[in-house]
């Protein structure tokens, strides 16, 4: 059974690169072209970290050019265009934010185009609740997955849960402008998503709770090989609260960085537990 339509207008993921393009047209013709082998390079030392066997020889043949062509451009041999330029960027195949991210190493002046892409988009409390139960973030993460289907079934399969939670759980996702049908595929349309953060909210913490009661399921039902679930236990000064915040949330950034893929197999969830066991002494100085 395919989800019902979509509501709102439809957003094409063809016009965000044609205007993504067209802005690094105009920065190429700003900028130096000798930035494009830079751009080549560290495009395949990224493909490398996550396939050992990727190569010159394998960018050529995705951007359609012989291994040759390709190292006369990376030697500064060959001159590219800027509408040249963009045709090899076009057949990378790269996300919108992945084509910031990669030119914005090369080319500082980016930055403030990639940290504008990267923007969140923080629910009201009032929307959170709406999707607090986590089915609906597991439902947005399976949207990157290449086959996936919109499907109350083909979600339920992947999910294992019963079909009757998938398809309420993503009308309110539609309703928000977070998700929406393409063909037989769904996908998320909106910006990361994020909520308000050290201000009490029972929907946040029935949220932790469901995560936390899920962890426990996987704790007993999957092998080590599956999961990772470590602990350490420290002595800190409360003083130093906020500093052990910002660590570990540029640390789920990184994480985030270092995994994300361009055909990702499973949907996994990490849940980071950071309390005292003592009676909370919150004094300072």
Request: net charge positive; hydrophobic share 40%.
């Given at each position: 059974?395919?989800?019902?339509?979509?509501?709102?207008?439809?957003?094409?993921?063809?016009?965000?690169?044609?205007?993504?393009?067209?802005?690094?047209?105009?920065?190429?013709?700003?900028?130096?072209?000798?930035?494009?082998?830079?751009?080549?390079?560290?495009?395949?030392?990224?493909?490398?970290?996550?396939?050992?066997?990727?190569?010159?020889?394998?960018?050529?043949?995705?951007?359609?050019?012989?291994?040759?062509?390709?190292?006369?451009i990376i030697n500064k041999k060959k001159k590219l265009?800027?509408?040249?330029?963009?045709?090899?960027?076009?057949?990378?195949?790269?996300?919108?934010?992945?084509?910031?991210?990669?030119?914005?190493d090369i080319h500082p002046e980016l930055k403030n185009?990639?940290?504008?892409?990267?923007?969140?988009?923080?629910?009201?409390?009032?929307?959170?609740?709406?999707?607090?139960?986590?089915?609906?973030?597991?439902?947005?993460?399976?949207?990157?997955?290449?086959?996936?289907?919109?499907?109350?079934?083909?979600?339920?399969?992947?999910?294992?849960?019963?079909?009757?939670?998938?398809?309420?759980?993503?009308?309110?996702?539609?309703?928000?402008?977070?998700v929406e049908i393409r063909g037989q595929k769904f996908?998320?349309?909106?910006?990361?998503?994020?909520?308000?953060?050290?201000?009490?909210?029972?929907?946040?913490?029935?949220?932790?709770?469901?995560?936390?009661?899920?962890?426990?399921?996987?704790?007993?039902?999957?092998?080590?090989?599956?999961?990772?679930?470590?602990?350490?236990?420290?002595?800190?000064?409360?003083?130093?609260?906020?500093?052990?915040?910002?660590?570990?949330?540029?640390?789920?950034?990184?994480?985030?960085?270092?995994?994300?893929?361009?055909?990702?197999?499973?949907?996994?969830?990490?849940?980071?537990?950071?309390?005292?066991?003592?009676?909370?002494?919150?004094?300072?100085?």
């Open positions: 059974m395919l989800v019902h339509k979509r509501l709102g207008p439809v957003f094409h993921q063809e016009t965000s690169v044609i205007i993504l393009f067209d802005s690094i047209s105009i920065c190429f013709h700003r900028l130096s072209m000798d930035a494009m082998p830079s751009i080549l390079l560290q495009y395949i030392n990224e493909r490398k970290k996550k396939n050992s066997q990727y190569s010159l020889r394998s960018l050529a043949k995705g951007i359609e050019i012989s291994p040759s062509q390709l190292s006369s265009s800027p509408k040249q330029a963009i045709k090899i960027i076009q057949k990378l195949n790269l996300t919108e934010l992945e084509s910031l991210e990669l030119l914005s185009a990639l940290n504008r892409k990267m923007e969140l988009r923080q629910l009201s409390g009032d929307e959170f609740s709406l999707i607090s139960n986590w089915i609906h973030f597991a439902i947005l993460s399976l949207s990157y997955l290449k086959d996936n289907k919109a499907s109350c079934s083909w979600i339920a399969n992947q999910l294992n849960v019963p079909e009757d939670d998938v398809e309420p759980a993503f009308r309110r996702l539609e309703k928000l402008g977070i996908y998320q349309t909106s910006k990361p998503l994020t909520t308000t953060a050290d201000i009490p909210s029972e929907a946040i913490r029935s949220h932790h709770r469901q995560n936390m009661q899920k962890a426990l399921v996987a704790l007993d039902n999957l092998s080590v090989l599956e999961r990772e679930f470590s602990s350490i236990t420290l002595p800190i000064d409360f003083q130093d609260m906020q500093k052990a915040k910002d660590m570990i949330n540029e640390f789920k950034k990184k994480l985030y960085k270092e995994l994300k893929c361009d055909d990702p197999t499973d949907v996994y969830t990490l849940s980071l537990q950071f309390f005292p066991l003592t009676k909370p002494n919150k004094k300072k100085g």
